[in-house]
């Protein structure tokens, strides 16, 4: 099989296609934390036009090559890589989750050849003896609740570090100080909408990285975001729109936030 071409993005208003270091500089972490010092939470959630999340199931099958190539450095730039226990199951996460030469680039940069993995699951429902623990490259992070099975604790603790973070449910604040005790600054976040519900609640969320798909699926998927809270509407700020053929890749950052990371159009 031959080798895929790597998807052309343009920046709005611009025919000249964007390099992968103009890419890095268009998503560079210069967007300030909410809470001042302290882990950065960005977001990244790829849905259709008329707002799937996902298509049979997946998120993987509302992206395209410049989604894909956008997911990729996003998770090259972050320190850690923070998801639902649902959708490291749906969405089959196993393995390395770079490719070699993004892991090249972070270990140029000083920093470890893989970004780590954070599992939140207040229940433990993962099986231990699965590809994603069995394959790792780092030993993941497993953020659970209080409440959670011992049996399933103990067994999760030959192959994953257990941090209780809730007692119930796992609470966005304590997780953000057990990511921040790790050394974690750069959280990327890939989902589901449960997890970006609950720290879109707890006022966690200070990047979303918005792929719209340009198709129309119609059907009962969840939306990005869900959970069982009425919030009040929070106005975020456009910082750039770039597009990939029909694609649009669009950041935005909260109300007010800079858009200095807006790439050339010149």
Do not use: K
């Not at 790597?6 to 972490?29: K, R």
């Not at 994603?132 to 959670?148: C, D, I």
């Not at 970006?196 to 990047?207: K, M, N, R, T």
């Amino acid at each position: 099989m031959t080798a895929p071409v790597a998807a052309a993005i343009t920046a709005a208003g611009c025919g000249a296609e964007l390099s992968d270091d103009e890419l890095l500089d268009a998503y560079a972490w210069d967007f300030p934390c909410l809470r001042g010092e302290g882990p950065r939470f960005r977001f990244n959630f790829v849905a259709s036009v008329d707002g799937a999340a996902a298509l049979d199931g997946r998120s993987g099958g509302l992206g395209d090559g410049a989604d894909n190539r956008v997911f990729a450095l996003l998770r090259q730039t972050a320190d850690v890589i923070l998801v639902g226990a649902g959708t490291v199951r749906a969405e089959g996460y196993s393995g390395e989750l770079l490719a070699p030469s993004r892991q090249s680039w972070r270990v140029g940069q000083d920093r470890t050849a893989h970004p780590a993995l954070a599992i939140v699951s207040g229940s433990l429902d993962l099986d231990p003896d699965s590809a994603l623990f069995r394959e790792a490259p780092v030993r993941p992070l497993l953020l659970t609740a209080a409440t959670a099975p011992e049996e399933r604790r103990a067994a999760l603790e030959r192959v994953a570090d257990v941090v209780v973070a809730g007692e119930r449910t796992v609470e966005p604040e304590q997780a953000a100080r057990a990511l921040a005790d790790r050394g974690f600054h750069r959280v990327l976040c890939e989902g589901g909408p449960q997890l970006f519900g609950s720290f879109q609640a707890a006022g966690l969320v200070d990047e979303l990285c918005l792929t719209v798909s340009p198709l129309l699926t119609a059907g009962t998927a969840t939306r990005i975001t869900a959970g069982t809270r009425e919030l009040a509407p929070h106005r975020l700020s456009l910082v750039q729109v770039l597009r990939g053929g029909d694609t649009l890749l669009l950041r935005y950052g909260r109300a007010g936030m800079s858009g200095s990371s807006q790439p050339s159009t010149s």
